[in-house]
């Protein structure tokens, strides 16, 4: 079973999950799996029920976990936002189907260029979120920039932006600083002129706060 969904039952009950809620969220995230492994099925999925794109907060909690659980058992987790570059130029001259496709078919890059115990999905209306379970800051450095490679190759001439936060399972973070150290980053990346991956600075000990 990959890492990123070994979980026991005290963590499930630690946030509160019913075991329907547990259930739900295992079919669902195996069904994620599924489609993000054939990128042509995902892209005609998303332009043709754009309602269906996967769902960044039905998935939250399932990363919550993981990142207590980096830390009471001292692994390191990572994860990686990622925007095409020019995004909101692009969109606005599309109609919705045709972004959802687009952004669909984004989404099967980032999905095919990762390992199948990494979690892509979509974080918001522009960029993409990819968790990483057992990923130091190098591992993860790494695999940002064989994404912005791969954005690259698209022969839609996209580029890419990412940013990356990184949790060595030493001491104590949340998954919203987490998330807020790669939106920093992804920031920085973007200004230095996009197709480009940035590295979120390590946490300061005051930084380094407990999930609620």
Known sequence: MP????????????????????VSLFRALARLRAEAESGRTLARQIAAHPATLPEYEFFKKLLLVEVKRSRRYQYPVSLALLAVDGWADRAARLDEALRSAMLGEVLALVASGVRDIDLPLLYDAERILVFMPHTDALGARTAADRL???ARAHPGGLTASV?????DGEGT????ALVRGAADALLEAQARGGDRAEHAAPPRDRERESAT
């Open 148 to 150: 912005v490679k791969r």
């Open 3 to 22: 890492a990123a969904i070994r979980v026991g039952v005290s963590d499930w009950t630690f946030c509160g999950l019913t075991r329907t809620a547990v």
């Open 163 to 167: 940013g990356v936060g990184s949790f």
């Open 173 to 176: 973070m949340s998954f919203s």
